[in-house]
C-alpha cells in the first residue's frame, strides 16, 4: 500500500519575510555589541547578545481548514461548507451486519473475530490476516467512486488497538498510522475531508458490537480504559492538528452504555485533553440515545469549535418508521 504524502511547501513570500527579518536583527545585534564596548578601559568586552531566532509558522497540510462558526462549518474564509460523505465502514472496525453476517455463531464482532483467529493461527497470524484484509478492503476504485458521487466528506470509523500496541498499554503499534495516513492522503488526493471516528474504545462503550466487542461495556467503569482513551487521542491530535483534510474529531461513536450525565461528564473530560494538544480543531460530541441536553451550551463549559452528532435510524434496525 503507498501513502502519498502532501509536500510541505514554504511560500516565497514567508522566505522573504524570514529573510528580511534576519536582516534587522543582524545589524541591530552588531549596534548592541559596539555599544558594550564602550565602557572603563581595560575592563573585559562583553559577548554580544545572541542573535533572536525568528519563531516559524507551522505550516498547515493538506486542505483549507475547517472552523465552526454558530451553526455552521466554515473554511478559513469564513464560507460555509456543506458537507455530504459516507463511513468507510467494516474497514478498520469489523461490523459484521454489513457483510450479512449477524447470524454467524463462530465470530460476532471484531473482539470475537480476533479471538478466534488467535486461537486458531495464533497471535502474529491474527495480525497478519488483519493487514491482508485491511489492505484490499477498501482500493484505489473505492476513492474513484466516492469522488465520482461528488462527496467530500469521509467518516473514518477506527478500533483502539489499530493504534495502540494491546500488548504494551500506552504505546504506538509499529504501524500504527498506516492505515489513518493512507485514508487522509487518498481523501486529500480526491479532495474530500476526513472526520476521526473513534467507533471502539478500549473496553467497549456500549454493549452492542458496533463498539468492536459485544455484551462488554467496560469503559466507563475502568478509569484505565479512560485514561488510555485520553492518551489515544492526545496521540492521534498530535500527529494531525496542522492536517486541514483532517475536519474534526469525532471522540465516541454511539457511546449507549452509561447515563446521559455520566456520558457528558466523562466526554468533556476527553474534550479538555484534546484540547491541551490541538486548540482548534473541530471536535464532535457524541450525543447519548436520549439527547445532548446533558452537555448544556458550548459557551457553559467554554467549548470552541464543537459540534454535536445524534444518530438516527427511522425505518431499519427496529427504529420505526420514517416520518
Known amino acids: 500500500m503507498n501513502n502519498h504524502k502532501a509536500n510541505d ?14 536582516t534587522l536583527l543582524l545589524p541591530l545585534g552588531l549596534v548592541i555589541g559596539l555599544f558594550s564596548c564602550g ?9 554580544p547578545s545572541p542573535t533572536p531566532t525568528p519563531t516559524p509558522t507551522p505550516i498547515v497540510k493538506g486542505l483549507d481548514p475547517l472552523h465552526t462558526q454558530g451553526t455552521l462549518w466554515v473554511n478559513s474564509d469564513n464560507t460555509p461548507i456543506t458537507l455530504k460523505g459516507t463511513n468507510l465502514g467494516n474497514w478498520l472496525l469489523q461490523e459484521f451486519w454489513m457483510m450479512n453476517q449477524s447470524a454467524n455463531s463462530e465470530a460476532t464482532d471484531q473482539c470475537s473475530l480476533e479471538s478466534k483467529f488467535d486461537e486458531r493461527f495464533g497471535f502474529d497470524e491474527r495480525k497478519r490476516l488483519m493487514v491482508l484484509f485491511r489492505d484490499n478492503w477498501i482500493a484505489e476504485r473505492d476513492w474513484d467512486i466516492m469522488q465520482n458521487f461528488g462527496l467530500n466528506v469521509v467518516r473514518l470509523p477506527f478500533i483502539w488497538n489499530l493504534i495502540e500496541d494491546e500488548n504494551q498499554p500506552l504505546t504506538l503499534r509499529p504501524d500504527a498510522w498506516r492505515y489513518i495516513d493512507y485514508a487522509i492522503d487518498k481523501a486529500q488526493e480526491h479532495g474530500m475531508y476526513v472526520i476521526l471516528d473513534l467507533h471502539g474504545a478500549v473496553g467497549a462503550q456500549g454493549w452492542q458490537d458496533h463498539s468492536g466487542c459485544a455484551g462488554q461495556n467496560l469503559y466507563w467503569s475502568t478509569p484505565e480504559y479512560q485514561q488510555r482513551t485520553i492518551w489515544l487521542w492526545q496521540e492521534i491530535a498530535k500527529r494531525y492538528k496542522d492536517n486541514g483534510t483532517v475536519a474534526a474529531y469525532g471522540l465516541l461513536n454511539e457511546p449507549w452504555g452509561t447515563e446521559a450525565d455520566n456520558l457528558a461528564d466523562v466526554m468533556l473530560s476527553l474534550y479538555d485533553a484534546v484540547r491541551e494538544t490541538d486548540a482548534e480543531k473541530i471536535i464532535v460530541l457524541p450525543g447519548h440515545n436520549s439527547g445532548i441536553d446533558e452537555y448544556g451550551s458550548p459557551q457553559s463549559f467554554s467549548g470552541t469549535n464543537v459540534a454535536f452528532e445524534m444518530h438516527f435510524y427511522p425505518g431499519i434496525f427496529g427504529w420505526g418508521e420514517p416520518n
Do not use: D, N
Not at 9 to 22: G, Q
Not at 39 to 44: E, T, W
Open 9 to 22: 511547501t514554504v511560500s516565497e513570500s514567508k522566505k522573504i519575510k524570514i529573510k528580511s527579518t534576519l
Open 39 to 47: 565602557g572603563g578601559a581595560g575592563l573585559p568586552s562583553p559577548s
